[in-house]
Every structure is written in C-alpha cells, then in structure tokens.
C-alpha cells in the first residue's frame, strides 16, 4: 500500500489536488510546522477563489505535505507550502516544487514567486537549492510579528534573471 522509497533518504509521494477531506491532515501539518498557523478558515476562504489552488503530497495513505497557490498571467505565486516536520530532507518538497515547475512555460506562467519570513532561515535555504533567488524585500510585510519579507523568484529561463551587481545583506545570507 505505500509506496518504496527511491533511496533511503527520499521518499516517493504523489502530489495530488486537495479535498475537502484532506483538511484535517493539512491542518495538523500547518500547526506542527509554523509558529503562526493559518486556521481553517484561513485556508477555506483562500481556497474558494477562482484562480487559487490546493495540492497534496500524499505517501501510501498519509498526506505529508501540501503547497496552496494562485494563478496569474504570467506567474504561479505560492501562498502556503508546507511538509510535515517528520517527513522533512526526504525529497518530499523537492517533488512538489517539481510538480509547480512543470506547470510553467515559456508562452504563459514562466515564473513562481512565493515570500518567506526573514527569520524561516530552513526554508530560504530549501528555496535557494530549488532555484530560486531572493529578489526583494517587503518591510514589515507580517502583521503578526512585524517582521519583514522576502520575496523570492524561480524563473523558467533562469538567463533572464542577472546576477546581482551589488551584494547585500540578503544577498550574502542566502549566499548569492
């Protein structure tokens, strides 16, 4: 029933569309993995939106994981992504970044863009090895802490994105 590992360290998961059943679980993941948790009201009124889209990662029966998302023009912009703490460096991330990316093309959505709290130093690192680069800051962007966001960018055709002239203080904490 769950599905073989393809080495010992990553694990094989199907990244599917959400249900409403799957709430539960997405909600047990949001609360183990964030200090400040959506509620499922959070989730509920986001996903109602025509252009926004829930996903799973599930491994056997169990969700380990689940990314929402909307749909632009011309980009695909992460709104909440999340693997459970439990299932985290076994390439369970990677495979649903892998799923967002081949959603892009070169004729329509070419990028995604996602922000990140300045303190989620674990998850600016795992954006970094995805692909993607730090490409602005927003002050005091999260009402609930003040804290400042950065706004990452994975772009399909990395060439269009130049390497920084100036390096900053982001720049060298993300190592770019």
Not at 92 to 103: C, D, E, T
Not at 125 to 130: A, N, P, S
Not at 131 to 144: K, P, Q, S
């Amino acid at each position: 029933m769950s599905t073989v590992p393809t080495t010992s360290s990553q694990l094989r998961v199907h990244v599917r569309w959400m249900i409403r059943r799957d709430m539960p679980e997405v909600l047990g993941i949001e609360h183990a993995g964030f200090e400040y948790p959506w509620c499922e009201e959070e989730f509920l009124r986001v996903l109602r939106q025509r252009n926004c889209i829930g996903m799973v990662a599930e491994q056997g029966e169990r969700i380990v994981g689940f990314m929402i998302y909307e749909l632009h023009r011309n980009r695909i912009h992460v709104l909440d992504f999340a693997v459970h703490p439990d299932f985290r460096r076994q390439g369970v991330g990677r495979q649903m970044i892998a799923k967002l990316v081949g959603k892009l093309s070169n004729q329509r959505r070419n990028r995604i863009a996602l922000l990140i709290r300045e303190t989620n130093v674990p998850a600016q690192h795992f954006y970094k090895m995805m692909g993607f680069r730090a490409v602005e800051v927003i002050r005091e962007h999260f009402a609930d802490t003040g804290e400042d966001a950065y706004g990452m960018l994975y772009h399909l055709d990395e060439s269009v994105l130049a390497p920084p002239t100036v390096v900053n203080r982001i720049a060298r904490q993300l190592g770019g």
